[in-house]
């Protein structure tokens, strides 16, 4: 009986990829002795793996590719405050890659306040997203608590809503709802990336919500008294904690090259709260 080879499939392929017609690759089949039966599942096997294989490609490489426009701080002419409308926001660092920039003034100490009391009451032990099935899990990475605001919820997020939408030239309805994190000492949240991984067969569903996730915006709450910066390790920095200033930082494809990869160092001594906005490429649903 004869058998279907890899190199008798590989051989199929190239016929094809040449532009040979089909029913000319099968009479070239049938005249070096092979039997028709043969030869026509030979075909349709190949060509079937092949254009799977193609398909597979063209969707991994539109996950990684890069989106056409990021949210981004209106840095031209090296200004040392940024007008969001109902405040000025000072500019106290950046970086051009990663595109990190550190943010003061973003709010005031009564909105702190305001955040911290309103997710007091609702807070529990922080999930991360499942990425085999677009859920979300315990992660021993993750030793925080924390809540999210619906957008718009109180008034509070309302403002810092509109605020962010601003400064970054973002819609309002593209991020997610405000989280707010409470770090206990010890708790911290190890080095990771915020976009989701194309290769996990749970993003296809995460990203139905308003696609990938293209920015960050972690702001402070308050001031522990020692540790709980957030860090990049890819570019050695850490960002100290400081209440009403936040780190801000975009990325403009789902991969390590972005050099966004990021953590919350552990709380040495008293406790931390974070508020947490990130901004998806559609409207978020």
Known sequence: MQQITPELRRW????????????DVLTA????????????AAMESALSEHLAAKQAA???????????????????????????????????ASLQNPRVVVLGNLLSEIECEALIESARPRLARSLTV?????????????????MF?????????????????????????NGEGIQVLHYRPGAEYKPHYDYFDPDEPGTPTIL???????AT?????????????????DV?????????????????????ATRTLHGGAPVIEGEKWVATKWLREREFV
């Open 12 to 23: 199929i392929v190239e016929q094809a990829s040449a532009g040979v017609r089909p029913d």
């Open 29 to 40: 089949m049938r005249q070096a002795g092979w039997q028709e039966a043969v030869a026509v």
């Open 58 to 92: 063209a969707q991994a490489a539109s996950t990684t590719s890069a989106v056409s426009a990021v949210p981004m701080l209106n840095l031209a002419g090296a200004p040392r405050r940024l007008d969001a409308g109902d405040r000025w926001v000072d500019v106290i």
């Open 130 to 146: 499942q990425t085999q099935t677009g859920g979300e899990e315990l992660n021993p990475d993750r030793t925080s608590s924390g």
């Open 149 to 173: 605001f619906n957008r718009g919820e109180t008034p509070e997020v309302a403002a810092l809503e509109a605020r962010i939408a601003r400064l970054v030239n973002w819609p309002v309805q």
């Open 208 to 214: 139905r919500r308003g696609g990938q996730r293209v």
């Open 217 to 233: 915006l972690v702001m402070y709450l308050n001031e522990p008294m020692r540790g709980g910066g957030t860090t990049f390790p």
């Open 236 to 256: 050695g920095l850490e960002v100290a904690p400081v209440r009403g200033h936040a780190v801000f930082f975009s990325y403009d494809r789902p991969h390590p």
